[in-house]
């Protein structure tokens, strides 16, 4: 037997007569072999010059998700290999096609395909250099993990009762010894991200072991006599190592019971993020680019500010954004009433002004749902795509000052800022049409498209000067584009390792006049383990604003819907960006403007220039 794959016996433990004392054995995992991993495209019907691109797009997006699924643990060996394996075939598959002969559209998807499969690599990487932590930590994982798929294989031999139950049995042994280590403090983790990211795989077992017993238990009596004792104990003893992994490693004694945990990844590997977006700044030209366009932000506060209060001075913003804060609706039906009308007013207006094409549906099935207390520590503000999704106190789960808070966050300028942004002509907008042109390509969606189209419409309707007009209404936007300023600071400085979360959640307090509470859920969904988003997420939002607003200028120049000659007019334009599907921007600006590209093409766009960032104020009706 090959030296590292460890047998599953009672050898695993130390089976000593003080029964307390389980000696923890770290598993070193064997690679998996030729015969336990998927061979995607071992033998296909079709010959790779023959397939068009999307069609290979729309194969190979399915290929993964059937590849997923029966490698359902995230972070099983075989998964890897297969994803691994999946990705390099269709890497090389790719490579080796004709790229000159392909149309404009074709280099485009062909380009996108590619960087979607180099990117996929690059995160099964990431993932490897992780699980030394994760197999640490849960030395059972490797095992179980094994039961499991050969129940996913139906390998009958391998899932002999007896056999069962003795494996069920050691596992549940190593839990307890790792438990009572991690107790007596002989086991850590590499950080609290890492302890984070292993009781998140330890739930994750669970609720596998959970499919693999109902599978069995009823069906087979053998099955029920050998391994329902075992499989229980097992159970028990995973929930009693997550506790104990949350007590002593991420939250110890005396730490904050809700503490914001993140995982920097570093400049290198920022830079690679960026290269992905298609991005040609480094994380601190980004920085300086978010504080230009703060302090734009802030001299516009200042002057709304002014003409609110009737006076100036070098912090009268503040208090002109908490006169703001305090314009809120009576809980309940009164801010659904309210919320509705804005959705309402957003889609008329656009509509008004002939500056998108509004599908009837579109505009009338979405539905409101109401976002739980528990899901407004992420989300504080409310949502929306599909529907719209309201934040707003729950009269028995929260307390009085948090109520409170919630109120002023969700304020009536702040709401009127933003509702367009999340429904017509926002992302409502935006999923509707990805739905229904070029589908393919939302395997490719990116916050750079995704958020940057929602905020470059909050851009353009500030530009053009008759949608926020009192000074109310201005200021409410405005916190949302200083937010947005931030987002790009506090992230980029978080994974620089150069900001904490707490220095974060202070930042938007201090800088865009956030509540303490409203801070957090945004740190804490932007940064917390495991990441809900990725580590550019956030700087998506301006940035990929910034470049669709370069590439209307480019598109049909600065003056809106009076363009030159034989250049579309500004309907024309965003239609055609919502039809073409989801991409990074600069790949819909090639796409659009016909751009050159090859095999290799490197992003050298320069989109956020001076020139744009006093655009931002002009009027363009």
Request: net charge negative; charged share 20%.
């Given at each position: 037997?090959?030296?590292?794959?460890?047998?599953?016996?009672?050898?695993?433990?130390?089976?000593?007569?003080?029964?307390?004392?389980?000696?923890?054995?770290?598993?070193?995992?064997?690679p998996p072999t030729a015969t336990t991993a998927l061979k995607p495209n071992s033998s296909t019907s079709y010959s790779p010059e023959e397939e068009s691109i999307e069609a290979r797009i729309t194969r190979i997006k399915e290929d993964e998700s059937e590849v997923k699924r029966f490698f359902s643990i995230t972070f099983s060996a075989d998964r890897i290999v297969a994803l691994r394996k999946l990705y390099l075939t269709e890497l090389g598959e790719l490579t080796a096609l004709h790229f000159d002969a392909f149309t404009q559209d074709e280099k485009v998807d062909y380009l996108l395909l590619k960087n979607y499969l180099t990117k996929s690599i690059d995160q099964l990487d990431l993932l490897e250099q992780r699980k030394p932590d994760i197999f640490n930590l849960l030395p059972f994982a490797w095992p179980v993990t094994q039961l499991l798929q050969a129940r996913q294989r139906v390998e009958v031999s391998k899932l002999v009762p007896k056999d069962v139950a003795q494996d069920l049995d050691v596992s549940a042994r190593q839990a307890e010894g790792a438990r009572k280590m991690i107790e007596t403090g002989n086991l850590t983790a590499s950080s609290k991200a890492a302890a984070y990211r292993t009781a998140e795989a330890a739930r994750e077992l669970l609720s596998h072991l959970a499919e693999f017993y109902a599978f069995f238990h009823g069906y087979d009596p053998q099955f029920d006599w050998w391994t329902t004792e075992p499989y229980h104990r097992l159970v028990e003893e995973i929930h009693l190592l997550i506790s104990a992994i949350t007590t002593h490693l991420i939250q110890p004694r005396g730490s904050e019971s809700d503490e914001i945990i993140g995982d920097a990844i570093g400049r290198d590997?920022?830079?690679?993020?960026?290269?992905?977006?298609?991005?040609?700044?480094?994380?601190?030209?980004?920085?300086?680019?978010?504080?230009?366009?703060?302090?734009?932000?802030?001299?516009?506060?200042?002057?709304?500010?002014?003409?609110?209060?009737?006076?100036?001075?070098?912090?009268?913003?503040?208090?002109?954004?908490?006169?703001?804060?305090?314009?809120?609706?009576?809980?309940?039906?009164?801010?659904?009433?309210?919320?509705?009308?804005?959705?309402?007013?957003?889609?008329?207006?656009?509509?008004?002004?002939?500056?998108?094409?509004?599908?009837?549906?579109?505009?009338?099935?979405?539905?409101?749902?109401?976002i739980s207390p528990d899901a407004q520590k992420l989300n504080p503000f409310f949502l929306g795509g599909q529907d719209i999704e309201v934040s707003y106190p729950s009269s028995r789960e929260m307390d009085h000052p948090t109520k409170l808070m919630t109120m002023r966050a969700n304020n009536r300028p702040m709401c009127r800022?933003?509702?367009?942004?999340?429904?017509?002509?926002?992302?409502?907008?935006?999923?509707?049409?990805?739905?229904?042109?070029?589908?393919?390509?939302?395997?490719?969606?990116?916050?750079?498209?995704?958020?940057?189209?929602?905020?470059?419409?909050?851009?353009?309707?500030?530009?053009?000067g008759d949608f926020f007009v009192s000074p109310e209404a201005r200021i409410g936007t405005l916190f949302w584009r200083m937010h947005r300023c931030a987002r790009i600071i506090f992230s980029v400085k978080f994974h620089l390792g150069e900001a904490s979360a707490e220095d974060c959640v202070r930042f938007l307090m201090d800088k865009v006049g956030h509540e303490r509470l409203m801070a957090e859920g945004e740190v804490r969904r932007s940064l917390m383990v495991p990441a809900e988003y990725g580590p550019l997420y956030q700087a998506g939002y301006l940035l990929g604003a910034m470049q669709l607003w370069k590439l209307r200028e480019e598109v049909i120049g600065t003056g809106g819907s009076s363009c030159r000659e034989g250049e579309e007019n500004e309907k024309a334009f965003h239609d055609r960006v919502l039809r073409a599907g989801e991409m990074p921007i600069e790949m819909l600006r090639a796409l659009i403007l016909g751009k050159e590209l090859t095999k290799g093409y490197k992003t050298e766009w320069k989109f956020a220039g001076d020139p744009e960032v006093a655009a931002f104020a002009g009027n363009i009706r």
């Open positions: 037997m090959d030296a590292e794959a460890t047998p599953l016996t009672t050898d695993w433990v130390d089976l000593t007569k003080d029964s307390a004392l389980i000696r923890h054995v770290p598993i070193r995992i064997p590997a920022l830079l690679s993020a960026l290269a992905a977006e298609y991005i040609p700044y480094s994380p601190e030209e980004l920085i300086r680019l978010a504080w230009d366009h703060y302090d734009w932000c802030l001299t516009e506060m200042r002057a709304a500010a002014t003409e609110l209060l009737g006076y100036t001075g070098p912090e009268h913003w503040r208090t002109a954004l908490e006169l703001v804060k305090s314009d809120v609706s009576d809980p309940g039906i009164s801010h659904m009433e309210f919320i509705k009308s804005l959705v309402d007013e957003g889609a008329a207006y656009v509509k008004s002004h002939g500056l998108v094409t509004v599908p009837q549906l579109a505009e009338q099935t979405y539905r409101m749902t109401m800022a933003t509702v367009f942004h999340e429904m017509i002509p926002g992302h409502r907008l935006q999923m509707f049409m990805a739905a229904r042109h070029r589908p393919y390509r939302q395997l490719f969606g990116t916050a750079f498209y995704t958020e940057g189209w929602a905020v470059y419409w909050e851009m353009l309707l500030w530009a053009r």
